[in-house]
Every structure is written in C-alpha cells, then in structure tokens.
C-alpha cells in the first residue's frame, strides 16, 4: 500500500500575513479607476468604470481567499497549529476588509453613488452584466451589497439580503465533490479504505498507512454489520477539510434503500508522520464536528454549491444555511438563513415572538415557534437586572458578539449572524413583541409605512436555555448536561474567552446534550480577567479582602456553583465531583499561562471510543 498520495497535493508554504491592512491586487498593473473615474467624459463611462471597479475587488478577495484552504493544508503537514488559527481569522476578516476599503474609496471618489440612488443602480445593474455568467455570481451580488451596505454606515438606510437568483447545486459538478466508492461484488474493504485516504491527497507521510488502513476497515467493517439495511456505496467529498490541529475526510455510506450515515475520518499529525485518531460514523458525532460553534472549515473544494449540497445529504436535518458558514461561505449562508426563516413562517403560519426562558437583560430575544433559530436585538438601555455597571453601549455588545463570530468557539458557543440595515416584514411580528422592540430597543429598530427596519439583527441557531430543559430532564439527562457544563467552560477558556456571568441561564441544550454558551455581553478575555480566592480567610473575618481594592474583572472560582444559580444539591454535587478543577485557582492560573505563552489547547470533540487504538502512541485528546 502506498504511503501517500498526490492527486491534490500542494507544496509547503510559508504562513500567511494573516494581519495585512487589504487584501492583495490581482497583479501589480491593476488599473488605479479612482484616476480613471476623475478623468472620465461621460455617466456611460463613470457607471463602467465604477463596477469594474467594483469587480476588481471583488476578484482580489475571491482570489485570496480560495487559496487560504491550501495554505491550511500545508499548515497541518508542516504541524502548525497556530498559522491555522491565523488563516481562520483572516479568513473571516478579509472580505470586510476589502469591502470596507472599498466603500471608503468609493465615497471619496463616486459621493454620488452613496447619495443619489439613481446613480447607484446604474452602476449595480453594469455590474450585474460583469458577473451574470460567472459560478461565483451570488457571492459576488453579496460583495457589491455589501459595499453599499458600509457606504449606509450609520443611517437607516437597509439594503436587502437576497440572491441575485436561486442557483441549484450543477449535476455537471457533483462529481468535481464526490468521490465514489463501491461496497461489496468481491471488492477488499483493506483496498477501498486505502483508496479514501488518498483523497486529501497529502505529500507529508503517513506514520503507518498500512496499520490504519486495517483499524479503520475493522472499525468499519464493524458499522456496515450494525446496519440491517445492505451497504452499496461509499461516497467522500473530493477535499480535506481543515481545522485547527486537525483534518477530516467526509463522507457517507448509502444503504440499498437510498438511507444513509455519515462517515467521517479524523486525522492528526505528529513528527512520525500523518495518522487516523478516530471514525466517525453517527449523526450526533456528525453535526458536534460540524456545529456551528466550532471554527469554520477550511475545504480544498472550490465548489462551494455542490459542497453545501452534499454536506446536506450528509446532515439532512442540520440547515443548508448553517452548511455554508461551515466551509467559510459566511455571506452566501446569511442569505440562505434569512430564505430559511422566510419560509418557515409561510410553511408554519407563524410570527415571531417572544422567546422562551428569561427576558434578557441586555438583548431582547425572539423566535417562531418552530423555528430553528433564536433573534436578538440590543436594548438601548438594559434592565433593572443588569449587574454590571455602567452600559458599555450597543456597539460594544455587538463588538463581544463579533468577536465571538471571529475566533474558534472549541465546541461551545453559539456562531453570530449578524445582519446590518435589515428590512423585515411588520407582519412576521406578534404585535406585542413589534412594541417592545420600537420602546426598548429604539435605537436599533424603526418602523416604516411597509417594513421594519433593523439596525442590526443577530441570528443563533437555537437551542433550549439550561433551566428549561432541567425542568423537565430525567435525573440520566440532567446528570449529562451538568457534566457537559463544565467541559463548557473549559473549552470557552481554552478559546481565551471567560463568561463573568456564569449564570446557568445563559446557557442552553442541544437536541444531542451539548451545552453551549449564548449570551456574550459579560465576556471578557480570560487573560486579562484577576482570579482571586478568599480561601484563606477564616470564618468569621470581617476585614475587606485586599482584591476588593483592585481594578479590572475580579473571579473568585470557588463561588462558580453558587453562580449557577441551579437548586438541585445532587446535580451541583455531580459537577463538583467531575469538575472541581474548575473551583482552584490553580486551574485558572494555568490555563491563563497557557494562553499567554501562545499555546493552543486542544478541545474535545467526540467521545473517546470513536478514537482508534494507538497503544504506543501518546494519549492524545479526542479532538483537535
């Protein structure tokens, strides 16, 4: 058996300046169309130049950002975690970047393009005939969108979130995602697993391709006997998906009744070499490696349509929207979201209401019954239950969300789509929940003869807040997300990222038990926090501790359990039990080290009996 494979292999780079102000001109003799637009002799012209202007920038991000894939495939050969964390955080930030820069100059250059909307739709509609042939089309409708949408900054000026047209997934183009390989008519299973781990097409060495080769076919060999239903295909996206420390190749196995389950293969790398750590082959494990609380991924796959397509056949109860953010297509899964939740009101003949649990303090939450997503909205000034001082203000809320949307959030915080200058049907709002947000969130939310008017809007995927499903939880269910809380936690450290209100409230449940954080306005950088203990007092000292005296966010880790606010003695007693590392100084110290030497935790992401068996291997975490 071959030790690697080549077909998509790419060479080694160097790390990307993942902090470069702009993204890179398509070549050095790029037009300067600001002197071009200055110069020129008439509207036609002005109007051509202006979009092909436009596209120019459009093309300099597209270019850059389809190669960051690569460039994370050569960080996972070469073991650098780290530059993958940057290409993530480039990633995110390089289209408003570009987009940003762009509007800036084109208010400088074209003021009449942010002023006359005459002029604007001469430009769009020029663009339009640039782009109209082009795959990339509907990303490319977003980019000029969103350029109009920076030059609006800061008035009520909404610009709709749509596509240019509907575009189906090309049948032309499934094959350039899938690969395809038949199961059974006398085919060895040692053969056709060696031929999956060739699709990511690596140039680094296996460790050991061929003991790999015959634990996975074991373990696989293992899943096809569990089935009833006969196994006819096997079928792997033609990519490695990339992220943090790890690699995947993703699949499914089709059964003869067209049913099918996911087959994932989890790789790490080490010095001696690349090698499989787990299988992956349930619906749970599926949609925990892809949630949206967890980075995007990285996919050496330019066919972002038929990839969301396919990833849907994978996961068909997790929303095609959801799979677009997931391989880093964040603006074109903003429009399908706001699709998405179009079409459940009409499928359901539902509005929007209050949300379920408590009123927010900070945002006011709202959801249709059977959506699958929860909205928020930023009061303009919190509740009497607000307990932390001075409002920061609207914009710093958002800002903590943001950042939420930029970093790894290790499996355990919700993903933000942030919406900006929204336009929304006045009949998709209860009447109640439509007067609150027009007293209380004013600022942020205006009603027009025909729409309402969001000045942000930001969208969750929606889970059921902790109290709630406690509620109702059999003791087996609550003993399981108390346990789940705690590995929160500490994943939300391990991300630099501490929850000052620890709240049981502001966290929720997800149809698998995962326990995630939603709520971010009391977030702060776990580096920067103070952990102060009163553990050496004694009972009965009435002296003010000297930390009361210091500046800055204070956290004392033994008052975590009180902090829940959670009255069952039995489920706090488990999570002591399990998780009383969390009440030490000594864990948040540490943790707070790690970070500040630059290390990158690792995060658990399956079970420990999805791993393979690697007696003489290091213990490795069940992740990445």
């Not at 000045?455 to 939880?473: G, M």
């Not at 346990?483 to 994943?491: D, M, T």
Request: net charge negative; with cysteine.
């Amino acid at each position: 058996m071959g030790q690697e494979g080549s077909r998509h292999g790419q060479g080694a780079a160097p790390p990307p300046d993942v902090h470069a102000a702009t993204p890179a001109p398509l070549n050095d003799r790029s037009p300067n169309y600001a002197v071009l637009i200055a110069s020129a002799h008439c509207v036609e012209e002005c109007t051509d130049l202006a979009a092909r202007w436009i596209l120019a920038e459009f093309d300099a991000y597209y270019v850059e950002s389809r190669n960051i894939p690569n460039l994370a495939k050569s960080a996972f050969e070469r073991i650098d975690p780290a530059s993958s964390l940057h290409l993530s955080l480039r990633r995110l930030s390089v289209y408003s970047i570009s987009v940003h820069a762009l509007a800036r100059r084109l208010r400088d250059t074209l003021p009449s393009a942010a002023e006359d909307e005459a002029s604007w739709k001469r430009i769009e509609a020029r663009y339009l005939t640039l782009i109209e042939d082009r795959y990339e089309s509907d990303l490319a409708f977003a980019y000029i969108h969103s350029a109009r949408r920076m030059m609006y900054e800061g008035r009520w000026n909404p610009v709709e979130y749509a596509f240019l047209h509907h575009r189906e997934p090309a049948n032309e183009r499934s094959a350039a995602v899938r690969v395809e390989f038949p199961v059974g008519l006398g085919g060895s299973l040692l053969a056709l697993v060696d031929r999956i781990l060739d699709v990511p097409g690596f140039e680094r060495p296996w460790r050991d391709r061929e003991g790999d080769v015959r634990k996975v076919s074991a373990r696989l060999r293992a899943i096809l006997r569990s089935h009833a239903r006969r196994p006819v295909v096997i079928q792997m996206t033609d990519a490695g998906f990339f992220r943090n420390r790890g690699a995947y190749v993703v699949g499914r196995i089709v059964f003869d009744d067209t049913s099918a389950t996911p087959l994932i293969l989890a790789l790490l790398n080490h010095e001696a070499g690349i090698y499989v750590q787990a299988v992956l082959a349930g619906e749970a494990d599926a949609h925990n490696l892809f949630s949206s609380t967890l980075a995007n991924f990285h996919v050496t796959n330019s066919h972002y349509h038929e990839l969301a397509a396919f990833l849907h056949s994978v996961m068909p109860t997790r929303r095609l929207g959801l799979h677009y953010s997931t391989i880093g297509f964040n603006h074109v899964g903003k429009v399908a979201v706001m699709n998405e939740l179009r079409e459940e009101l009409a499928e359901h003949d539902e509005v929007f209401t209050t949300a379920i649990g408590f009123r927010g303090s900070v945002a006011i939450g709202f959801a249709a019954p059977s959506s699958d997503y929860n909205l928020k909205v930023i009061r303009d000034t919190p509740t009497e239950q607000y307990k932390w001082g001075e409002f920061p203000g609207i914009r710093a809320v958002l800002d903590k969300y943001r950042r939420v949307h930029e970093i790894d959030r290790t499996g355990s915080m919700l993903d933000n789509i942030i919406y900006y200058n929204l336009e929304l049907d006045p009949a998709w709002f209860e009447p109640t929940l439509l007067a609150e947000l027009l007293r209380d969130a004013a600022e942020s939310v205006s009603l027009r003869a025909d729409a309402v008017v969001l000045k942000h809007l930001i969208v969750q995927r929606r889970v059921r807040p902790l109290p709630v499903f406690l509620q109702d939880a059999s003791l087996e269910e609550a003993r399981e997300v108390i346990v789940n809380l705690g590995h929160c936690i500490k994943n939300n450290a391990a991300a630099n990222v501490f929850n000052k209100d620890l709240d049981a409230r502001n966290y929720g449940v997800s149809r698998f038990y995962k326990v995630y954080l939603f709520d971010y306005d009391a977030l702060e950088p776990l580096t920067q926090v103070k952990v102060r203990s009163n553990a050496d007092r004694f009972d009965g000292e009435d002296d003010v501790p000297d930390w009361f005296y210091e500046d800055g966010v204070i956290f004392l880790p033994e008052e975590i359990e009180s902090g829940f606010r959670i009255h069952d003695r039995a489920i706090r007693r488990l999570f002591r039990d399990v998780h009383g590392d969390l009440l030490t100084t000594g864990y948040w110290e540490g943790m707070q080290d790690d970070l500040e030497r630059g290390q990158v935790p690792s995060i658990r992401l399956y079970p420990e009996e999805r791993k393979l068996d690697h007696p003489d291997w290091p213990s490795a975490p069940a992740g990445e």
